[in-house]
């Protein structure tokens, strides 16, 4: 079956404007984990969502990111007022429960701020 | 809180050497211990892992064993091949949530 997939899968914009990325997780699968890569690092988590509930949201950096999943699929990751330090490689996850389960790994949006 | 330290730099080797890959971590509790692999233009997939001291997991030739005493999960390989050419990556898995915390990873080069 299908994986998870994201997009776009590059995205580049100015400082100061508003990004939206999109994750489409694989069909069933409850749970949804964003994550951030920063080049020469490993990915850092940001959010998790069990169902259309943000469970943990302890790994957003501020207030400028949010994250949604209204009907609890499809995840949009936003970014307000970015900023350059924002550039990595930014990455869905989905598995079919959480505890014990394996993480299915979409490809990532690359985003750059000029 | 909870983290992973994987050793320095990449690795380069030639085809058929051993490969080994060290990874330690700092926990509270009872983790989940995770590698992960990115090959070139691909995305994170899951290579192996172990729920408990002493398991020992294992895929495509490679192993590791959750060492509770040394907090230790190294990665081997007895024999690499040009295909094992990619970015590993040691993780565990923290709370009742399975987030993943991420080593930096290393990078892995097979020389034919």
């Known amino acids: 079956g299908a994986g998870v997939s994201q997009t776009p899968s590059n995205k580049v914009t100015e400082k100061g404007k508003y990004v939206e990325l999109r994750c489409d997780p694989i069909?069933?699968?409850?749970?949804l984990y964003w994550y951030r890569q920063s080049l020469g690092q490993g990915p850092e988590f940001l959010i998790y969502?069990?169902?259309?509930?943000?469970?943990?949201d302890s790994g957003l950096p501020n207030d400028r990111f949010f994250a949604v999943r209204p009907e609890g699929s499809v995840s949009t990751l936003k970014i307000q007022r970015t900023e350059r330090g924002d550039s990595a490689v930014y990455l869905c996850a989905s598995s079919p429960r959480t505890k014990g389960s394996e993480q299915f790994f979409g490809p990532g949006t690359r985003l750059t701020v000029l | 809180g909870n983290s992973v330290t994987q050793m320095e730099g990449p690795v380069t080797l030639s085809e058929e050497a051993f490969l080994t890959i060290n990874c330690t971590y700092t926990?509270?509790?009872?983790?989940?211990l995770f590698w992960y692999v990115q090959y070139p233009g691909e995305g994170l997939q899951l290579l192996l892992k172990?729920?408990?001291?002493?398991d020992k997991g294992s895929n495509k030739g490679f192993e590791a064993t959750y060492r509770k005493e040394t907090t230790s999960f190294h990665l081997e390989k007895g024999s690499v091949q040009v295909s094992d050419s990619a970015v590993y990556f040691c993780a565990l898995s923290e709370g009742g949530n399975n987030r993943l915390a991420f080593g930096k990873g290393n990078q892995v080069v097979v020389i034919p």
């Open positions: 969502f069990q169902g259309t509930g943000a469970a943990d």
């Open positions: 172990a729920t408990k001291a002493d």
């Open positions: 926990a509270t509790g009872y983790p989940s």
């Open positions: 069909s069933g699968h409850t749970a």
